[in-house]
């Protein structure tokens, strides 16, 4: 793939967040398209190669004890990953740099003209499901492979690779997307009327529909009633303050009827509620609403309305429903003064949407540059499983596990977002002590605990005024 010098540098930048090294300063290394002869006056370079191709052509080998397809390959037999020739230089046998832009930019989702009925990138278009690697962070792999053959170089030559880490041992924030807070809500007791008069569709059964509606009817005329079942914040925030966990909440305003959420952020139980998460701790971000993905004046406004009930802006946003425009959102975003973004899943599958499980910066294809905002890659929400694959709290607990082993290998972050509208035994028998265990579980794998803004100021920013020496 033909690489401008700033796309060149995007992937440089990344992979300068895994090491310190001089062997990548500007006269250390080259890129030459794959057919141009290495020259003799190349000496003691490190060299990459880039591809013809214009579009990937997948090719796999073992690596980590995983079947990794690399995009760009270079000619049909290439085989080993790098090689040091006898002019002292390391030459990398694929075509590493567009391998990572294609994946880590989310290039494809400009290349893939379908969309689902939310403006969605379809998991199913993506080349992830075409490849089935979705559930690996193959940006991680292809860095990894770079930086094997820079130690190597090491060896041969006078400069230093020195490995960086994100964490210690793998980085886990949990974040919750307030969308629903009341389940006994008149209009969702009308609503129940409407389907059990047949005018809108059922979700439950006939009778657990009648159930739930004689429920909420009793739950209305009651004085002494208790919480609602979704409204279970000091659950939630009690059950993380005894791990030690301090999660991030998403908080989405009311607008365009019943698309977004009930509530707008100045009713008083939720400003109150946001005052103490931020007392306690926790996070308070934005969950922009359905119409705010691709209107920048909309989301300047639900930026304010946030500010002036939190007491400051808000650094992070979740785009509600992952509704998602790749890169124009990035940009309202980005304007909107907001530091990171973390949508990027795909809705209907966990895994990495960009095949990577750190922090990164979008890549604004318009301008050919690499945006400021960050982007956290969400890696995997409760309900992708639980209503997308129609599984259960097994299938859940494994993919965790599965994802916080990805973590691991490379000192990365495992993103796992939960609603607090599907943590009531109300609709979901036994999830609250499912969940109470999982988190137990994932705090005693010996996570480090973060919260996005967290993530980004003490360790990202930290790690940026590195490279400036590089
Ligand atoms: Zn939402």
């Given amino acids: ?12 930048f990344h992979l300068k967040q ?8 500007d006269s250390c290394y080259v890129v030459l398209n794959e057919h141009e002869e290495i020259c003799p006056e190349i000496q003691n370079k490190v060299v990459f190669l880039l591809s013809d191709a214009g579009t990937p052509a997948p090719q796999s080998v ?15 037999s290439q085989l080993d990953l790098y090689r040091m020739d006898e002019r002292g230089n390391l030459i990398f046998g694929f075509d590493f740099l567009s391998s990572v832009f294609y994946l880590l930019s989310g290039l494809q989702e400009l290349e893939v003209s379908q969309r689902d009925r939310y403006g969605r990138f379809p998991y199913a278009c993506s080349l992830q499901n075409k490849l089935g690697c979705a559930h690996l962070p193959l940006v991680n792999y292809y860095m990894e492979m770079v930086i094997r053959g820079l130690e190597e170089f090491e060896k041969h030559q006078n400069c230093s690779v020195h490995r960086k880490r994100l964490f210690q041992n793998f980085g886990f924030l949990l974040s919750h997307d307030v969308d629903r807070i009341s389940f006994h809500h008149p209009f969702r007791i009308l609503f129940k009327i409407k389907q059990l008069l047949g005018l809108a569709p059922l979700q439950n059964s006939r009778k657990t529909t009648f159930k739930l509606f004689l429920k909420g009817i009793a739950f209305q005329l009651n004085p002494f009633r208790n919480q609602d079942p979704w409204w279970n914040f000091d659950w939630i925030t009690n059950l993380e303050k005894r791990l030690g966990i301090r999660s991030t909440f998403f908080f989405l305003k ?29 996070e308070v971000g934005l969950h922009g609403t359905m119409r705010s993905a691709a209107d920048g004046d909309n989301m300047l406004q639900q930026r304010d309305e946030l500010t002036k009930v939190l007491g400051e802006a808000p650094a992070g946003i979740r785009q509600h ?3 998602f425009f790749h890169p124009s959102t990035f940009q309202l975003q980005e304007k909107a003064g907001l530091i990171y973004d973390t ?11 960009n095949g990577y499980c750190f922090p990164f910066h979008p890549y604004d294809f318009e301008n050919d540059r690499m945006m400021k905002i960050w982007e956290i890659p969400l890696v ?50 036994g999830v609250t002590v ?3 265990d999982l988190l137990k579980a994932i705090v005693e794998e010996g996570a480090e605990v973060v919260t996005g803004k967290k993530l980004i100021e003490e360790k990202m920013e930290l790690n940026k005024n590195d490279f400036s020496g590089i």
């Fill in 62 to 76: 073992e690596f980590m004890g995983e079947e990794i397809p690399i995009l760009f390959p270079l000619g049909p």
């Fill in 380 to 429: 995997m929400m409760e309900v992708s499983v639980l209503q997308y694959r129609k599984e259960g709290f097994e299938e859940i607990r494994k993919s965790v596990f599965h994802y916080i082993r990805e973590a691991r290998k490379f000192n990365g972050l495992f993103s796992l977002l939960w609603h607090n509208c599907r943590m009531s035994e109300y609709e979901y028998g």
């Fill in 254 to 282: 009311q607008e365009d009827r019943f698309d977004n959420s009930l509530y707008k952020f100045h009713f008083k139980r939720i400003s109150d509620l946001i005052k103490v998460l931020k007392e306690e701790g926790f």
């Fill in 343 to 353: 949508s990027l899943a795909f809705a209907e599958q966990d895994g990495y949407r």
């Fill in 18 to 25: 895994h090491i310190s090294t001089n062997a990548l300063n």
């Fill in 434 to 436: 499912f969940y109470q």
């Fill in 1 to 12: 793939m033909l690489l401008s010098t700033n796309k060149i540098e995007y992937v440089l």
């Fill in 321 to 323: 429903y992952l509704r």
